[in-house]
């Protein structure tokens, strides 16, 4: 089966911190200090995914990649292209695009931000759909669901946990295989390339 590069559903995730807390994870992979679990979602057919790993680096440096919206696309795993749409104090909007492999029509959605900083300094960024900002493209299938979060917890010896947590509907048809191994893939290459990002001098 060729190996593909699938949606940066990249910042996708079916849920709020409570919920996701409640579910059942299991650990799927765990492969050069990235653990990847999976989790059943009621009513939906595909599962939700969160992965975890410790960075060296530090929070300032992990919010300046994500929040350059359109470099963060190079690291996102699968994004074709993202741009800030709008951004107010906390809250900002993110139009992504991805790539899917043929016959299976590319993905685009709309994200909407929000930043919330604890008093401990870590960052939660929630992540929710938000399909009706921008009228539909043609040439694209519109993700029209999406729950998420990343979390940024400093651990205080030069390193940070970083966990992202996703559920998404990604509409249209998508084929099982593809599903299967884009929630192991995406968290895995997502947050392996992050740490290069954030640790490379």
Same mark, same amino acid.
């Given at each position: ?38 989790? +059943? #979602?009621?009513?939906? %057919? ?9 960075? *060296?680096?530090?929070?300032? $440096? !992990? ?48 994200? +909407? #931000?929000?930043?919330? %900083? ?9 992540? *929710?759909?938000?399909?009706? $900002? !921008? ?67």
């Amino acid at each position: 089966m060729k190996k593909v590069r699938i949606a940066a559903l990249a910042v996708l995730l079916g849920v709020t911190s409570v919920q996701a807390a409640e579910r059942p994870w299991k650990l799927e992979r765990e492969e050069e200090g990235v653990q990847v679990y999976l989790a +059943e #979602v009621p009513g939906s %057919k595909y599962k939700a995914y969160r992965g975890v790993v410790k960075i *060296k680096s530090d929070i300032s $440096r !992990l919010l300046a990649l994500q929040e350059d919206v359109a470099q963060s696309c190079t690291w996102i795993y699968s994004c074709q292209s993202q741009r800030l749409l709008e951004s107010d104090g906390g809250h900002g909007w993110v139009y992504t695009r991805f790539d899917m492999p043929w016959p299976v029509k590319a993905r685009d959605s709309i994200l +909407e #931000v929000t930043t919330q %900083k604890a008093a401990d300094g870590s960052v939660t960024r929630l992540l *929710k759909a938000a399909p009706e $900002r !921008l009228p539909e493209d043609k040439d694209f299938v519109r993700v029209r669901r999406v729950d998420g979060q990343w979390n940024l917890r400093p651990l205080g010896n030069g390193e940070v946990e970083v966990i992202y947590e996703v559920h998404t509907e990604p509409g249209g048809s998508v084929p099982s295989w593809l599903a299967n191994s884009f929630v192991v893939d995406a968290p895995l290459q997502t947050l392996k390339a992050l740490r290069s990002q954030a640790q490379a001098n």
